[in-house]
């Protein structure tokens, strides 16, 4: 039984190290995109360049089973999409945010090859970088207020 988690293990590592040249390519790309559309806010066509190799490395990186990971990517291009619509609380907040997280994935994925499981709480302080960004929506209160009834003392 120890012999098939240690073979599990080494699949993972090997499948990680096959794929992250390709990971880091596509990060690469999706900075170049975030750094033109930083560059010029009013093109929100540059962010879909942006959202298309982080959806590519988001599969990836759920096919290796690496949560954490994906859940970063898919928080990164939340945050992206929130920016492009205006929906974020600050502009430049949102853009370091992406910026930091465009930088430290790669420096994950590397150290993850390294060790034997999924370090998440890795990534846990670039996932509360990129999710508060978004500005919240808040439901409207309701018009009237119902009065809580007074108790009354029991009968008995």
């Given at each position: 039984?120890?012999?098939?988690?240690?073979?599990?293990?080494?699949?993972?590592?090997?499948?990680l190290?096959?794929?992250?040249g390709?990971?880091?390519?596509c990060l690469?790309?999706?900075?170049?995109?975030?750094?033109?559309?930083?560059?010029?806010?009013?093109?929100s066509?540059?962010?879909?360049?942006?959202?298309?190799?982080?959806?590519?490395?988001?599969?990836c990186?759920?096919?290796?089973?690496?949560e954490?990971?994906?859940?970063?990517?898919?928080?990164?291009?939340?945050?992206?999409?929130?920016?492009?619509?205006g929906?974020?609380?600050?502009?430049?907040d949102?853009?370091?945010?992406l910026?930091?997280a465009?930088?430290?994935?790669?420096?994950?994925?590397?150290?993850?090859?390294?060790?034997?499981?999924?370090?998440?709480?890795?990534?846990?302080?670039?996932?509360?970088?990129?999710?508060p960004?978004?500005?919240?929506?808040?439901?409207?209160?309701?018009?009237?207020?119902?009065?809580?009834?007074?108790?009354?003392p029991?009968?008995?």
């Open positions: 039984m120890a012999t098939k988690v240690r073979i599990a293990e080494r699949h993972d590592k090997v499948a190290a096959w794929v992250k390709p990971i880091d390519d690469a790309q999706a900075r170049q995109a975030l750094e033109q559309f930083a560059g010029d806010a009013g093109d066509q540059v962010l879909e360049r942006f959202d298309a190799p982080l959806r590519q490395v988001r599969g990186l759920q096919m290796l089973e690496l954490g990971a994906a859940l970063l990517t898919r928080e990164m291009q939340q945050l992206a999409q929130a920016l492009g619509e929906r974020v609380a600050s502009r430049g949102a853009l370091g945010a910026f930091r465009l930088e430290q994935l790669p420096q994950y994925l590397q150290r993850l090859r390294g060790a034997r499981h999924e370090l998440p709480l890795l990534v846990l302080p670039l996932l509360n970088r990129c999710a960004r978004v500005a919240r929506r808040r439901w409207p209160r309701p018009a009237c207020r119902a009065s809580r009834p007074s108790p009354s029991l009968r008995g």
